[in-house]
């Protein structure tokens, strides 16, 4: 159980990697609905972070109770 909720945590943070990174609008994988979901919640809150996709996804989570509905949606699913 905990290696499922690493690798999911993993997959999450590769996603959101994407937001941080210049080409990521070319990237097949911004459009995922995990990194649309969580797109501008790691702008707005987790600009710094940018990026690391580890500290974007322990951004996200430190901010959760701000975080829009569908991101909060996102790491729920990825058990976060």
Known sequence: ME???????LCLASAL????????TQSPDSNSPEAR???G?????????LPDEFRVA??????RDRLSRAC???????GM
């Open 41 to 49: 919640d790691a702008h707005r809150f987790c600009r710094d972070a």
């Open 17 to 24: 990697l994407l937001l941080g990174t210049p080409g990521w």
């Open 37 to 39: 979901a969580c797109r």
């Open 72 to 78: 909060r949606a996102v790491l729920d699913g990825h």
């Open 58 to 63: 322990s951004c996200l989570q430190e901010h």
């Open 3 to 9: 290696n499922n909720m690493i690798v999911r945590s």
